[in-house]
């Protein structure tokens, strides 16, 4: 077969040991910034733009594709060890994994995001180097309606994502597509609920909204009910996952696996549900549904595998049409072109050596990755036996560091602050920060699709119905939020008497 | 009509608030437009109306279920990491990483129980110098190290 | 008299000193995007060769937001000394001011123009199943289906949008105008054929015109593109008079001393005409432009800001 001879022309360009040097200092480099919070892959691969201008075009490609998904590793790490996600796909990774750190299993939180991401990142991989061209045409059959739908779809899925009231996680979805409105309307170009403070034009990023709710709500409420004397989690039990683990996680990281690779092949969102979506759906199938938000290790193998499948896949639409599904792909672009390479169909019959040797790098980067990153796993876990009131002083500078990076202004961690204050309201109200920040991940992207889908349609709400694939999400929509709702209703009774007692 | 979910009334008030906030807002600074061409006012009038309801909802839980109370708010953590926070991003550029970190550390750790100066000190000598070397250094962020005045 | 005449001398003296100072400390180039798209690659691109010339530092630092408005702002209130410079664009100096109700700084008496760094032209480009081989296909299929094509930009009040707002004014026909966010969704709907025309820039279209995967028209400009010689310009094609470009240089704050800004100028040109800067400003579609003293980059941007004010009007792109 074809793939063969193509696989072993990628290796045989990955494997010079040039370009496995470069892969290497990627994937370091990546984690690295995973690891540190607020700087992200787009900052760093901007700030590593001029460097690969010496390069040749498959190295520096290479090492800027070994820091992305780098990146997303060493952003899990922050996000179970501090709950602090870096990156939009490592919010979902906070809800299990830090509970587990807190429980002192931090250890084995780390290995099953290191060995799921693995995993998946490996048959991720193998996707893209087998159905590549034909996926790319998926991506096109994703239009505004289709995209819309499908947010719907994830935005039901988020309420699941809550562990407490329904009510209060969908009010907390609203409250973040809100939220997200801020900004300029892309249709319109009008500036909206800025309040004349320009450095709202472009909208509330991200990190500073993840850093505020999750890390300064968390730094803000460890604070109050310990003494600082103590060390941050009581007792690390082991380093490594317990057979019973293994039993555990092996089916989540292959489901995990299999839609990441599919979502990620959607640009405009596609990856970012991936990890949500992984989540959503353990926390439906498995028997151990009730411990998800208090230490599952499902919930930490099923999104962290989503989002590096996903991270692998969607360099699909990059290679074979030249469109970007994110901002670090976007860069990409940026990178390529300035190589003087067109990204676009034809890197892939013009310059196979360029194609199939990142794709064969991206495996050897995964390979790189979970070689480096399992030893330091202990390193980690030491860190968590530093005081607390040693620790938390260092995570607020990298994080006040890291958000006044996105920008180069205080505006954005004056921002940060404003929303450590709401997360701390909300730990204090019981509402959940993680809906939240879907619903302001996705508010945007829906009202832009469904705008546009309404635009393109004159106006005609039917055509959300029409098209198959839309209909199949907004059916898949309702089902599952009857699913959601009706145990909810019946359970409603029962848990008036627990909480009573 | 007495409150029996002190949590569920304000987080419904909460809501309702926002929620409202957000409706009128952008019925009065902005287009409604129509279902073909929505306006800059639609999307977030219809969720900020939205809101509200759910809220309402909430509310009337507060008054139905029996819940827990609001844990007290504890000022001094929430004063003091803000206010380093915010001290540290409008110092950073006129007095450099080394000035700004050092509010940020010493009015940071003044939030927590326990307040060792030495402790403090040193810690933040070894955050300044990390961060340095790999913010300023390493990574190549624009950020000063020094004061503007000592340079 | 004497006194002011000797206090003219003495501020013509230090000014002249300060000149021949310049560059004396490390000198920051804004740019008003975030990192990594094509206005800071170009900015990251210069600034080493500008540190050579210059033997200081030259530090680019990205200031995104209000499309390019805060950047631009920032810069436009720094002190005129040749340590602050911005790389203004169309966005920032021409069509901003039109389409933001309230703007902080006025594109032509808070800046000194320095050197025009990229033109990059527009291409008509349609989706492959679209009946039309040609500008004058379009027109006749715009009006017999008024109302019926849609055209695509990468946002409201970008070139993409204003040059097909040009376009209906010219023709007479009536399009539907869809924005998104970015060009790259644009072209994939484009491509995909749920929109059926877009004005995209040519970096980004060459790769799919040349892969057959959409079809190019024409390009915006008065003369052919060097990338696409087979390919009329709108001007040739009918609609006389037809000219855009999206355009970047540097720029300085008013009052930036003439030395400073001749110098600088001198520089600028000599990096753009190295060959690996000329060779990666070429892959970004961009060809050295016509531009090249700072007066004439001045009326440049007047001449620029005059036109779009006219557009942003007619097309009524223009917010609230």
Redesign the interface.
């Known amino acids: 077969m074809d793939i063969f001879a193509n696989l072993a022309l990628g290796f045989g360009v990955a494997l010079t040991p040039f370009n496995l040097l470069m892969c290497l200092i990627g994937v370091l480099l990546g984690t690295l910034i995973g690891v540190l919070p607020g700087v992200g892959p787009?900052?760093t691969?901007?700030?590593l733009?001029?460097i690969t201008?010496n390069l040749n075009p498959i190295a520096a490609l290479i090492m800027l594709a070994g820091i992305y998904y780098g990146a997303q590793y060493g952003g899990s790490t922050t996000a179970i060890l501090v709950n602090l996600p870096g990156e939009s796909s490592s919010v979902v990774t906070c809800l299990d994994g830090y509970q587990m750190a807190r429980q002192g299993r931090a250890g084995p939180a780390l290995a099953t995001a290191a060995l799921g991401s693995f995993f998946a990142g490996c048959i991720a991989t193998l996707i893209v180097a087998m159905f590549a061209p034909p996926l790319a045409e998926v991506?096109?059959?994703f239009?505004?309606a289709e995209y819309f739908s499908l947010m719907v779809l994830g935005l039901v899925a988020a309420v699941v994502l809550a562990h407490g009231s329904l009510l209060k996680a969908i009010a907390m979805v609203i409250l973040g597509l809100l939220l997200g409105l801020i900004g300029?309307?892309?249709?319109?170009?009008?500036?909206r609920f800025a309040f004349?403070i320009?450095?709202l034009?472009?909208g509330i990023g991200f990190v500073t909204v993840a850093m505020g709710m999750f890390g300064l709500a968390e730094i803000i409420a460890n604070l109050e009910h310990q003494g600082t004397r103590e060390v941050f989690t009581k007792k690390v039990t082991h380093l490594w996952p317990t057979k019973e683990d293994w039993k555990r996680i092996w089916a989540p990281i292959l489901r995990g696996t299999f839609l990441g690779s599919a979502l990620g092949i959607l640009?405009?969102g596609g990856a970012l549900l991936a990890s949500f979506g992984a989540y959503t759906l353990e926390k439906k199938v498995s028997k151990y549904s009730r411990e998800f938000g208090k230490g599952a290790i499902e919930g930490v193998a099923a999104p962290e595998s989503a989002n590096n499948a996903g991270a692998q896949t969607s360099f699909i639409p990059l290679l074979t049409?030249?469109?970007?599904s994110n901002?670090v792909m976007?860069?990409m672009i940026?990178a390529m072109?300035?190589?003087?390479i067109?990204?676009?169909?034809?890197v892939m019959t013009e310059r196979p050596q360029l194609f199939w040797g990142m794709i064969a790098s991206m495996w050897v980067g995964n390979l790189m990755l979970v070689v480096l990153n399992l030893p330091l796993i202990g390193m980690w876990i030491k860190l968590l036996t530093v005081p607390y009131r040693i620790l938390y002083p260092s995570i607020l500078v990298f994080m006040a560091i890291g958000v006044f990076s996105l920008?180069?202004?205080p505006f954005d961690v004056l921002l940060m602050g404003l929303f450590g204050l709401l997360g701390y309201v909300c730990v204090k109200l019981e509402c959940e920060p993680a809906p939240m920040i879907l619903g302001f991940i996705l508010g945007?992207l829906m009202e832009?699709n469904l705008r546009?889908a309404m635009?393109?349609s004159r106006g005609d709400p039917l055509t959300f119905i029409q098209k198959p694939i839309s209909a199949g999400f907004i059916i898949a929509s309702v089902i599952l939020l009857v699913i959601i709702a009706l145990p909810q209703l019946r359970k409603k009774r029962a848990e008036v008497f627990v909480e009573e007692v | 009509m007495k409150i029996k979910g002190p949590k569920e009334f304000w987080a419904g008030l909460m809501f309702i608030a926002f929620g409202l906030f957000f409706l009128v807002w952008a019925v009065l600074n902005y287009?409604m437009g129509s279902a073909v061409r929505m306006g800059p006012a639609y999307f977030p009038s219809v969720l900020g109306g939205l809101l509200a309801v759910i809220g309402a909802f909430v509310l009337i839980d507060a008054f139905v279920e029996v819940g827990p109370k609001v844990p007290r708010f504890h000022f001094r953590p929430l004063i003091m990491i803000l206010l380093g926070c915010v001290a540290f991003a409008y110092t950073l550029k006129p007095l450099g990483l080394v000035g700004a970190t050092a509010l940020l550390v010493f009015i940071g750790a003044f939030g927590g129980n326990e307040f060792k100066l030495r402790e403090v000190a040193i810690l933040y000598v070894v955050l300044v110098i990390f961060s340095v070397l790999v913010f300023v250094k390493g990574l190549t962020l624009?950020f000063p190290i020094w004061p503007a005045f000592m340079e | 008299m004497r006194q002011f005449l000797a206090c003219v001398v003495l501020l013509a003296a230090a000014g002249g000193a300060a000149a021949q100072a310049w560059p004396a400390k490390p000198i920051?180039l804004i740019a008003p995007y975030?990192?990594?798209?094509?206005i800071?690659?170009s900015a990251?691109?210069l600034?080493?060769k500008l540190q050579q010339a210059l033997g200081q530092p030259v530090?680019v630092?990205?200031?995104?937001?209000?499309?390019g408005?805060?950047g631009a702002?920032f810069v436009a209130k720094s002190a005129p000394d040749g340590y602050t410079l911005v790389i203004g664009a169309i966005a920032t100096h021409a069509i901003n001011p039109w389409?933001?109700?309230?703007m902080?700084y006025d594109p032509i008496r808070d800046f000194r123009p320095v050197a025009l760094i990229v033109q990059v032209p527009n291409v008509l480009v349609v989706n492959n199943e679209l009946p039309a081989r040609s500008v004058k296909d379009l027109i006749a299929l715009a009006k017999a289906r008024p109302g019926k094509l849609?055209f695509a930009s990468g946002?409201?009040?970008s070139t993409g949008h204003l040059a097909g707002e040009m376009f209906k004014l010219m023709t007479g026909t009536y399009m539907?105008h869809?924005?998104?966010?970015?060009a790259?969704?644009a072209?994939?709907?484009l491509?995909?054929g749920?929109?059926h025309l877009m004005f995209d820039n040519l970096?980004s279209a060459?790769?799919?015109v040349?892969?057959g995967?959409v079809r190019a028209l024409a390009v915006t400009t008065r003369q052919r593109s060097g990338f696409l010689p087979e390919l009329p310009t709108l001007d040739e094609a009918g609609l006389k008079g037809f000219e855009m470009t999206t355009w970047w240089g540097v720029m300085a704050p008013a009052k930036t001393p003439d030395a400073v800004v001749q110098r600088l100028n001198a520089e600028i040109f000599k990096a753009l005409e190295l060959a690996?800067v000329k060779?990666?400003l070429r892959?970004?579609g961009s060809e050295t432009p016509a531009v090249r003293t700072p007066q004439a980059f001045s009326a440049f941007v007047a001449s620029e800001l005059k036109t779009y004010g006219e557009l942003v009007k007619r097309s009524g792109?223009k917010?609230?």
């Open positions: 787009v900052a691969i901007a700030m733009l001029p201008f991506a096109l059959k239009g505004p300029t309307d892309v249709n319109s170009g009008v500036l004349g320009s450095e034009a472009d640009p405009g049409l030249g469109i970007p901002a976007a860069l940026g072109m300035i190589q003087g067109a990204p676009g169909p034809q920008s180069n202004n945007p832009e546009r635009l393109l | 287009q624009p | 920051r975030a990192a990594g798209g094509p800071d690659i990251r691109l600034a080493p530090l630092e990205n200031r995104p937001g209000a499309g408005n805060i702002d389409l933001f109700a309230a902080p849609d946002s409201t009040g539907v869809i924005p998104y966010k970015g790259a969704p072209v994939t709907d491509m995909a749920r929109v970096a060459l790769p799919n040349k892969a995967k690996d060779e990666r892959a970004m792109a917010p609230d």
